[in-house]
């Protein structure tokens, strides 16, 4: 189960940051995503984190002002969102993909076996 929280309103050019807990013992175990979608629009990745090395994966449209990290020993994986534009404004989502591949970060919405309940995040101008 991942439960994400965090969303919120913000003002163009401001950060939030979101968080995804998941339970269970295997956490190591998976790849972490985050993923929006605005409304009309369809999901999208926003950022990937591989199993346990770190290596990740961006959107362009997010790449120098989004970063995504995780703490195994805490099963959470966040979410550092900087200099916010309207364009954000979506529900974000995080995903968990049961990898068997230490080194890989998934970045297809087919690719994720489990998904949280979504968060809003608002961006004014």
């Known amino acids: 189960q991942l439960q994400a929280s965090g969303g919120g309103l913000v003002q163009a050019g401001g950060s939030l940051g979101l968080s995804c807990a998941a339970s269970?013992?295997?956490?190591?175990?998976?790849?972490m995503g985050w993923f929006r979608q605005a409304p009309g629009k369809a999901r999208e990745i926003v950022a990937a984190?591989?199993?346990?090395?770190?290596?990740?994966y961006y959107a362009d449209s997010v790449k120098g002002r989004f970063t995504i990290s995780r703490d195994n020993a805490k099963n959470t994986v966040y979410l550092q969102m900087n200099s916010l534009k309207t364009e954000d404004t979506a529900v974000y989502y995080c995903?968990?993909?049961?990898?068997?591949?230490?080194?890989?970060?998934?970045?297809?919405?087919?690719?994720?076996?489990?998904w949280g309940q979504g968060t809003q995040v608002t961006v004014s101008s």
């Open positions: 995903a968990a993909d049961i990898s068997h591949n230490v080194y890989y970060t998934p970045y297809r919405t087919y690719e994720y076996d489990y």
């Open positions: 269970g013992r295997t956490f190591s175990s998976y790849a």
């Open positions: 984190i591989s199993r346990s090395d770190g290596r990740t």
